[in-house]
C-alpha cells in the first residue's frame, strides 16, 4: 500500500517536502496516551472537543479515485479546523495509516494539499502534530474527525 502513496507523492519526498517515518509505533503511542480508543481506532464520542464531517453516505463502495475526489472537496473544511485551532500551516505533522508501516512527516499545507490522496487508501489515517496536542482522523466509513484532548 506504501508504494501507491510514494509513487504519487515521489516529487514531494524526493523535493524533501515529505519524509518518511519508519518508526511509527511511538506515534501510535502518542495517540493511545492522548485519545480514548475503542476498538482499534479513537473512540471519538469520548472525546468532547471535536469537529466531524461525513466524506460520504453512499452504501456502494468507493473506489480510491473517486473517494479522492470526494476528499478533495472537503479542502476548506479542514483549512477552517486548523484555523479555528491556531494551527500554523507552516508547522509539521506526521501522518500515519493503520494498515501501512511507515509514516510521513510533512508541513501542514503540504499536508492540506495531499490529504485526498493519503486518505483515499482503504485504511484508517491519523494526522497529529509532532507535540501530539491535536488529531486528525479519517475513518474508511467515510468519516473525517478532528479534535483535541
Not at 96 to 119: A, C, E, N, S
Request: hydrophobic share 40%; proline share 3%; aromatic share 12%.
Amino acid at each position: 500500500m506504501f508504494k501507491y502513496i510514494e509513487e504519487r507523492l515521489r516529487s514531494e519526498i524526493d523535493a524533501g517536502r515529505i519524509s518518511i517515518v519508519t518508526d511509527v509505533e511511538p506515534w501510535f503511542d502518542r495517540i493511545g496516551s492522548r485519545f480514548p480508543t475503542g476498538i482499534n481506532r479513537i473512540a471519538w464520542e469520548k472525546v468532547a472537543n471535536k469537529a466531524q464531517v461525513e466524506v460520504f453516505s453512499e452504501t456502494r463502495a468507493v473506489n480510491s479515485d473517486e473517494l479522492e475526489v470526494i476528499l478533495g472537496r472537503h479542502r476548506s473544511t479542514i483549512i477552517e479546523w486548523f484555523d479555528r485551532k491556531g494551527v500554523d500551516l507552516d508547522s509539521e505533522v506526521v501522518w500515519l495509516g493503520d494498515d501501512t508501516d511507515v509514516g510521513l512527516r510533512m508541513q501542514v499545507k503540504v499536508l492540506v494539499q495531499y490529504f485526498p490522496v493519503l486518505f483515499s487508501l482503504p485504511q484508517h489515517s491519523y494526522v497529529l502534530p509532532l507535540v501530539g496536542t491535536w488529531c486528525m482522523n479519517y475513518v474508511m466509513e467515510g468519516e473525517l474527525f478532528f479534535g483535541s484532548k
